[in-house]
Nanobody
Framework: QVQLVESGGGLVQAGGSLRLSCAAS????????MGWFRQAPGKERELIAG????????DYADSVKGRFTISRDNAKNTVYLQMNSLNAEDTAVYYC?????????????????WGQGTQVTVSS
């Protein structure tokens, strides 16, 4: 199985940008479709972006579409989430997750492996 570790979170001002990384170990990342989730205090975990195994197909939740970009570098066993135009509503713990499938997965139940999360805080 695969182990996932997120990094790149932190404190950023509204309007700023951050890039999150998700590094995989164990089984190589090419075997999985990947996604990014987030969970804000008092709210349910939200699936915000998905990418297929090759990286050629992506999908986004409406809440982040046009501002966030998911990508992957299978040679580096890493998935990324570029976040632009951040606002206070983006404050959350961000998680990457892996699914045993080929296509883009935009339903939470499809994901089997999870990282521990990284905190993103946007100050207004």
């Amino acid at each position: 199985q695969v182990q996932l570790v997120e990094s790149g979170g932190g404190l950023v001002q509204a309007g700023g940008s951050l890039r999150l990384s998700c590094a995989a170990s164990g089984r190589t990342l090419i075997n999985y479709s990947m996604g990014w989730f987030r969970q804000a205090p008092g709210k349910e975990r939200e699936l915000i972006a998905g990418i297929n195994r090759s990286g050629r197909s992506t999908d986004y939740a409406d809440s982040v579409k046009g501002r966030f970009t998911i990508s992957r570098d299978n040679a580096k066993n890493t998935v990324y989430l570029q976040m632009n135009s951040l606002n206070a509503e983006d404050t959350a713990v961000y998680y990457c997750a892996a699914a045993d499938t080929m296509g883009v997965v935009m339903r939470a139940q499809g994901y089997r492996y999870w990282g521990q999360g990284t905190q993103v805080t946007v100050s207004s």
